[in-house]
């Protein structure tokens, strides 16, 4: 929460300052009291609108009105006018900037209103604003919960627009992983983030890295999950591997880094990430023997110092307690003394715990080497002596890097030299600055190599092959801006490749602006922007500039003066405007004015540095040495032997610190080149690394440093898309069916001759019409428009044509994108209908083929069950026929065979001898006489006598007597003894019965006695109408 103090109107000056609310109480002016008061409580008017006395208050202000020392605020109404004009004045500006996302938007655009901007979003934890086509980043030199978190990340990547969100380094992040997906050229993209050294470059590459992690890993089986986490945590944890062995704190950075690195993101054809690539530039390698007062070593020595277990403390000679002269500052405990995480890196990388004991028993080497301490011998034909600390340190240190221990002194303390054309050997005792030069080098040489090593190690861990990726997003990191007291080679150097930056940045954002627009005839008024090309000719022009008069001097066989190398350089470059002078440094020095402000630079052991002589014996000796990791530093190359075998005349000269530098710069600028750049601006705050302290003159000094504001003028008054007519008319051509009176003709010959059979000229001719129609398509987009284009007066047209490219601004680049998407969603719709038609009607002819198919189907298998039933019915109807036949037959041949033997015979007895009674009850029996038939046939198995007791006993005869029961009994047995001794007394059912019959069955038990095989409505006697119909009982 903000407080204003407010001065009242009589006091002589009238100031406004901010003050933190939790912070001491800010004192007012002499002379007149102060009013403390929150800024939200003070309303702002409109700019048109003039201040009245009696302005409105609100209900209940007067209450809640602040009051100190006894006055409140409403008690000098004579000041009154005048306060609120001064917080008119600047609360009409102040007030709404942290709301301004865009540096653009501030109006007018000046140093100061950018840097009240800047410092009024920093106060409320706003660190990101836009600078047109640059992202200014501000240090919050505290950590700021959710600022990086991953669900941030994916809502960036999820959004639709990006860059209508807060700004973001995300937001940048996103666009270039958008202009990789789209393809257009040029594919590859870059973020160059610049600023100087603690602004807070390393974490933001760091975060960029994380972001593309996350968002460009999105595979679509599990195999492809696991390697994409595979590769996502190799490139993430090479940061605290190249941060361990390359960065180091210095006087305004606890985490520089001391060297360059350009990260290559490298993405396959489906945009997802499948490895990287690290490209290192100018290791400060000086810094491990030599380090400034107040400085540290780099970060992985003091790491080893701290965070070794016990066994590994004997194991490396490194007691607790123990100093060491390389080692300044070691009770100093900063964040990035973690050893844990470094290992653990370092395994993910693939470097095995084995080879990591090997590194740090060489770093432990190195450390003990730097105690190692030379006195000058009393005879110079005698090399220098040891002190009596030094002798331990020279044993241990030759034991862990396994060289013999007489050969190291030996080797640091004698100098070979070879002379004549025979090449004889010469040695030759050094003195104590050459013993203490060739220790310094002995340790540079293994550390740079080390360095080197370990990072062709983390290549060879995340870089893909060649084939599996097509396009890459360059991540680079270069030291920023430096300037200390004691400035040398390495400051110079870093300098030099921010100039070349700065110049790559001017040239292709505001030059290159400012010169294509006067090329293509746009209306321009120019600003006076920053150039630099001043300050890069007197350090790389030709054919004098520092770098030649430098490597001049190593050139020269001659001991180099301090002096002399001043001389030469204040006298052949004296007509240059950024050489200054410092008369009153007793040191022998030369100042550049570079673009961020004058540096002076110390020009003694220059000359040294950009030599960096290796002596050829420092080479021999390690390579002597069975160490497993130095035989892979230094490996024997038996074409290093055939290389020093001619004379000095013939041998090409040794390259320089500042020849190999350049060298690799001017690789990396043709990289950058061939690339989208995009740019963040990285602004410390202050220098201390305070949260919540921004201090004016140092952000200033930044802003004018970077150019900045030149960078908003030319951004916001400007068109910052251009486009090519050719590139235009391909994309936006579609546009031309918003017109239909648009004819076709031109494109259908401009697209049939093709672009490589036309000349520019002919070209040019056949796109303009094309480009006309397109424009014309223009008015009726902005009325579909929300906002119109040309409300605001003083606005530039939103559109130009120029003579090859067509300039247009953001809002217009959205309108035609706006066109362009819903003439293609039309194409779409058209081309859904045709497909869904299309569709439909295979549909509906595979239905109708179906549908002929099934009914076909289902006729055959119909025609077939009622061939079955015919077939079925038939055999049935033959085997029914045949039976009915044959039982016909067998009936009528059994009725007509006894009726002619026992007619005549049943006739008279039965008129004759039976009373009435009787002879109706055998009328009833005679009627009933198929049953008798039918038992005596379904006896299946029985013959003879049986059969005849069968039908006896179902007919239940009686006798002839029914007077007495002993007569009935003798008749019955009698009768039943005739039928045994005449079994063929029955013969047939027609035979008449003896005596009374009783019949108790009713029904026929026949299944189907009473159903008829060809039923007819006049026949319902059933079965037994087969042999009753031809005769017919007779009743008596």
């Not at 489906?270 to 007062?293: H, N």
């Not at 079955?868 to 038939?874: M, N, S, V």
């Amino acid at each position: 929460m903000e407080w204003l103090l407010l001065a009242p109107a009589r006091s002589c000056s009238r100031r406004t300052c901010l003050a933190r609310q939790g912070g001491a109480d800010a004192q007012a002016p002499s002379g007149g009291h102060s009013v403390l008061v929150h800024w939200k409580d003070l309303k702002c008017r409109d700019k048109d609108t003039a201040v009245k006395d009696d302005v409105a208050e609100p209900p209940g202000s007067a209450q809640r009105r602040p009051q100190v020392n006894g006055h409140s605020f409403s008690s000098h109404d004579q000041s009154r006018v005048s306060l609120r004009e001064d917080l008119q004045e600047f609360l009409s500006g102040a007030a709404p900037l942290h709301q301004l996302d865009d540096l653009t938007k501030v109006n007018p655009v000046t140093l100061e209103t950018v840097l009240r901007c800047l410092q009024a979003r920093y106060m409320v934890d706003t660190f990101y604003t836009n600078a047109g086509c640059t992202l200014v980043a501000l240090n919050p030199f505290k950590p700021v919960p959710g600022l990086y978190s991953p669900e941030l990340m994916r809502e960036y990547h999820a959004s639709s627009q990006p860059q209508k969100l807060k700004p973001h380094i995300f937001t940048v992040g996103e666009q270039t992983y958008r202009n990789v997906k789209s393809l257009i050229e040029p594919v590859n993209q870059s973020i160059v983030v610049s600023g100087e050294s603690g602004a807070g470059k390393t974490w933001t590459s760091r975060c960029l890295m994380k972001f593309y992690a996350v968002v460009a890993t999105s595979p679509t089986s599990w195999e492809n999950h696991k390697m994409a986490e595979r590769i996502e945590q190799r490139i993430l944890n090479s940061n605290p591997v190249m941060e361990a062995f390359g960065n180091a704190c210095t006087l305004r950075n606890n985490n520089s880094s001391r060297f360059g690195k350009f990260i290559q993101l490298q993405l396959n054809r489906a945009q997802q990430m499948t490895g990287a690539a690290v490209q290192t530039y100018l290791l400060e390698k000086t810094r491990v023997a030599c380090q400034a007062s107040s400085e540290r070593n780099f970060h992985i020595f003091y790491q080893i110092c701290k965070g070794a277990s016990e066994e590994e403390r004997v194991q490396w000679h490194l007691p607790k307690g123990s100093t060491f002269s390389w080692l300044p500052n070691p009770e100093r405990t900063l964040e990035e003394d973690c050893f844990e995480v470094t290992r653990e890196a370092m395994l993910h990388l693939g470097i095995d715990t084995p080879t990591q004991n090997n590194i740090f028993k060489v770093l432990a080497g190195l450390l003990h080497l730097g105690n190692v301490q030379f006195t000058d011998s009393e005879d110079e034909a005698q090399p220098c002596q040891l002190t009596e600390d030094a002798k331990c340190s020279v044993r241990i240190s030759a034991s862990l890097l396994q060289l013999p221990e007489d050969m190291l002194l030996e080797t640091l303390r004698i100098r070979t030299i070879r002379a004549g054309r025979q090449q004889q050997v010469f040695r030759k005792p050094c003195s104590r600055a050459e013993c203490d030069t060739r220790r310094d080098c002995l340790a540079k040489l293994v550390y740079s190599r080390l360095f080197d090593w370990l990072v062709l190690v983390i290549n060879s861990s995340i870089c893909a092959d060649p084939d599996s990726w097509t396009t890459f997003i360059g991540l680079l990191d270069v030291y920023g801006f430096e300037s200390f007291p004691d400035n040398s080679l390495e400051q110079l150097c870093i300098n030099y490749a921010n100039e070349k930056l700065q110049q790559h940045f001017v040239a292709h954002y505001l030059r290159a602006q400012q010169e294509e627009y006067a090329m293509e005839g746009l209306e321009w008024s120019f600003v006076n922007y920053q150039d630099n090309q001043n300050c890069l000719d007197l350090i790389e022009g030709s054919p004098i500039s520092i770098c030649s008069l430098i490597n001049e001097e190593c050139r020269l066989n001659r001991p180099s003066s301090a002096a002399q190398l001043q001389t030469r350089i204040e006298s052949a470059l004296a007509g240059s405007p950024c050489l200054g002078h410092n008369k009153l440094s007793r040191e022998p020095s030369f100042v550049v004015v570079h673009f961020a402000g004058p540096v002076r630079y110390h020009t003694a052991g220059l000359v040294e540095k950009n030599k960096d002589p290796i002596p050829p014996e420092l080479t021999g000796l390690l390579q002597q040495s069975p160490h497993s990791l130095l035989t892979v530093l230094f490996p024997t190359d038996p074409k290093e032997k055939t290389q020093e075998k001619p004379s000095g005349q013939n041998r090409a000269p040794a390259l320089t610190v500042v020849s190999k530098f350049k060298a690799s710069l001017e690789q990396l600028l043709q990289i950058l080149q061939n690339t989208t750049p995009h740019y963040i601006r990285c602004i410390k705050p202050n220098s201390q690394g305070q949260p919540q302290t921004f201090l004016q003159e140092e952000v200033l000094s930044q802003l004018e440093a970077c150019g900045l504001v030149e960078t908003i003028h030319i951004s916001a008054a400007g068109f910052p898309i251009r486009v090519s007519h050719q590139n235009f008319v391909e994309r936006y051509e579609l546009l031309r069916r918003l017109c239909p009176h648009a004819s076709s003709s031109l494109h259908n010959s401009y697209s049939a001759k093709g672009h490589s059979e036309q000349s520019p000229q002919r070209e040019a001719a056949t796109l303009q019409p094309l480009l006309q129609d397109i424009l014309h398509t223009l008015p009726a987009l902005t009325e579909t428009a929300a906002t119109p284009v040309g409300s605001a007066e003083g606005t530039p047209a939103p559109l130009h044509c120029g003579r090859t490219k067509v300039f247009m601004t953001d809002f217009m680049l959205e309108l035609l994108e706006s066109g362009r998407m819903q003439v293609l969603e039309q194409c779409a719709r058209c081309i859904q209908c045709g497909w869904r038609r299309h569709q439909h009607r295979k549909q509906e002819r595979q239905r109708r083929a179906a549908t002929l198919i099934q009914a076909a189907i289902r006729s055959w298998l119909t025609r077939k069950h009622i061939q079955r039933l015919h077939i079925a019915a038939t055999v049935i109807k033959h085997a029914w026929q045949k039976w009915r036949i044959r039982m016909t037959y067998l009936a009528s041949k059994e009725l007509d065979g006894l009726e002619e033997k026992h007619m005549s015979q049943a006739h008279d007895s039965l008129s004759s001898s039976l009373p009435p009674v009787q002879t109706r009850l055998l009328g009833a029996i005679i009627r009933l006489w198929p049953l008798g038939l039918v038992l005596a046939n379904a006896a299946v198995g029985v013959r003879g006598f049986q059969r005849k007791l069968v039908v006896s006993a179902c007919l239940q005869l009686p006798s002839g007597s029914s007077g007495s029961s002993s007569s009935s009994s003798s008749s019955s047995s009698s009768s039943i003894q005739a039928a045994q001794e005449d079994q063929a007394g029955v013969r047939s059912i027609r035979a008449l019965p003896q005596g009374s019959i009783k019949f108790h069955c009713r029904k026929s038990p026949l299944r189907y006695a009473d159903t008829c095989p060809e039923p007819s409505p006049y026949s319902v006697t059933g079965f037994n109408q087969i042999l009753l119909e031809k005769h017919r009982p007779i009743h008596v």
